[in-house]
C-alpha cells in the first residue's frame, strides 16, 4: 500500500553550533563561503551545488526556540523540507504525527518568517517542515 506524497522538498540541511566563528573557519576550509558578518551572527546559510542549502545555527539560538528539545551530543543536525503553503506545513505535521512520528515542535509562525514545525523520523532524526510566509 502507498501513501500519497506531502510534497515536501529537501531544501537545507542544518548543523548546530557551539562557536559560531570557529564552524564558519573550518567550513570555509572546506570551500564554503559565508558573509562578511558571519562569525558573530546566530545563523548563516550558504548555497550547495545544486541549490541545496547549508546552513549552521547557533545551540543557544536553537535553545531559545526549543529549550527541552534541542540535540545535545554529536551530530547534531537536521534536514528541512520546504512545503509549498503554510497550510501544507500544518497538514504535514499532522499526517507525520497522527501517522505515530514524533513532534518536537508544533507549528508556529517563527519570527523569521517561516510556517515552521519540526518532526522526528522513525531512528530520531528531527526533520524540519518549513514555508516561507
Request: hydrophobic fraction near 40%.
Amino acid at each position: 500500500m502507498s501513501e500519497e506524497s506531502i510534497g515536501a522538498e529537501p531544501d537545507m540541511i542544518g548543523i548546530m553550533v557551539t562557536d559560531m566563528a570557529r564552524a564558519v573557519a573550518f567550513y570555509r576550509l572546506l570551500g564554503l563561503s559565508f558573509g562578511e558578518d558571519a562569525e558573530s551572527s546566530p545563523h548563516v546559510e550558504t548555497t550547495l551545488r545544486g541549490g541545496l542549502r547549508l546552513a549552521l545555527d547557533l545551540q543557544s539560538m536553537v535553545e531559545g526556540f526549543l529549550p527541552d528539545a534541542a540535540p545535545t551530543g554529536e551530530g547534531r543536525m537536521t534536514l528541512a523540507f520546504r512545503l509549498p503553503s503554510e497550510a501544507a506545513v500544518d497538514d504535514a505535521w499532522k499526517r507525520i504525527t497522527e501517522a505515530g512520528h514524533g513532534s518536537v515542535l508544533e507549528p508556529f509562525d517563527a519570527p523569521w518568517g517561516q510556517r515552521y514545525a519540526t518532526v522526528r523520523d522513525p531512528d530520531g532524526t528531527p526533520l524540519d517542515l518549513f514555508a516561507w510566509t
